[in-house]
């Protein structure tokens, strides 16, 4: 049998890496468009406008009226690890943004071609840069209102087999869509756009609460639902919910946000079909905002960032299903039309 060498262990190129560790972060149109979305966020965007074509395949572009970039923060930002929002481990610790590992960018920029427009309170011009596959092509200048532009065209044209595995337009468009949502509902602070292929798809102006912004996005949900507003063992849990007669087929309806961000969570699930006790194959509509203290909250275990731990997830489960009893037990469900929203 061949004896294996040691030699024959290579460090891969450079721009490999970076190529490999990008689809880690990025996996499909939805998550660019997720990066980019959180990005303005993070900048402070009071409005935000997301412009997608062939479901995204074609093009994500994502523009605010954020903060913007100086041109030396613009070149800074799309490099790997390079983020604006931490600075050591202990603010690793309290994570109150969207980003922070500073990798969305430099990923972004590596399978894709990009380009940046932004500009700054400060500057008179607005910073250009055109990269395509990591490489810088164009630093110029150009015009723009404070905030930032950042689309992103032909994503994998680099990595033909991810390329290929990318869904039908449709199916990247619904993705998209879903992904859109997800922070429309949670930040009625902010007004949205979104548009698919040169139309205007949804259009949703800020709202009083998030309530409201709910009721405009889950129509089915106007049929009966239940606010609240709660605290209990150090955690805030803010909820729009279904009433138990107001059902949906599938689990699409279940939004989990925790500390801003939204999140799979499988055992926060349970507790929800624990409490309705609905038929098989009814599920309820359910907008939940859960608040803990950041120390309690593990955001750093998934590139994605979909996924977040808490620490003490007893006391999460526990709270949830009583908050969500005692307003479930409530006679007085609203039951609304449009018109009185
Ligand atoms: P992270 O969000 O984790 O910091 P990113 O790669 O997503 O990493 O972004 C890198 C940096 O680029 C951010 O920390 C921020 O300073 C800057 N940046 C990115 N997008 C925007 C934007 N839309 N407006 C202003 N600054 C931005
Ligand atoms: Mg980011």
């Known amino acids: 049998m061949e004896r294996c060498s040691v ?66 923060e613009a070149l800074l930002a799309i490099e790997p690890y390079t983020t604006s929002k931490i600075e050591n481990e202990e603010d690793l610790q309290r994570i109150r943004t969207y980003g922070f590992r500073g990798e969305a960018l430099a990923s972004i920029v590596q399978v894709s071609r990009t380009r940046i427009v932004t500009k700054t309170e400060k500057d008179a011009l607005a910073t250009q840069l055109v990269i395509a596959g990591g490489k810088v092509e164009e630093i110029s200048e150009t015009h723009r209102d404070i905030g930032t532009t950042v689309e992103v065209r032909d994503l994998f044209f ?15 468009l619904r993705m998209c869509r879903e992904m859109f949502e997800r922070f429309v509902l949670a930040r009625n602070d902010v007004d949205f756009v979104f548009a698919s292929d040169g139309k205007i798809v949804h259009s949703f102006p800020k ?5 409201e912004r ?37 689990r699409t309806g279940e939004y989990f946000y925790v500390n801003g961000r939204f999140v799979v969570s499988d055992e926060l699930h349970e507790v929800l079909m624990k409490v309705y006790d609905l038929p098989k194959r009814s599920y309820p509509i359910v907008i939940l905002f859960i608040e803990v203290n950041p120390e309690e909250l593990d955001v750093n275990i998934h590139p994605s960032k979909i996924v977040v731990k808490f620490l003490n997830e007893e006391k999460v489960k526990k709270s949830l299903e009583e908050v969500l009893k005692k307003n479930l037990a409530r006679k007085w469900y609203r039951s609304v039309t449009y018109e009185e929203i």
């Open 207 to 211: 709202t009083q609460n998030i309530f």
């Open 214 to 250: 709910a009721l405009l996005i889950l129509e089915d949900l106007r049929k009966g639902y239940i606010t609240f507003e709660e605290e209990l063992s150090g955690l805030r849990i803010n909820g729009i919910v279904s009433s138990r007669e107001v059902t949906r087929s599938s």
């Open 158 to 172: 680099n990595l033909p087999v991810r390329r290929k595995s990318l869904k039908s337009s449709a199916i990247e």
């Open 7 to 72: 030699l024959r262990i290579k460090r891969l190129p450079e721009s490999l890496i970076r190529k490999i560790a990008a689809g880690e972060v990025i996996h499909n149109p939805s998550f660019v468009l997720k990066e980019l979305v959180e990005n303005s966020l993070d900048a402070q965007a009071t409005r935000i406008v997301v412009e997608i074509e062939n479901g995204g395949k074609n093009m994500v572009r994502v523009s605010d009226n954020g903060i913007g970039m100086t041109r030396e």
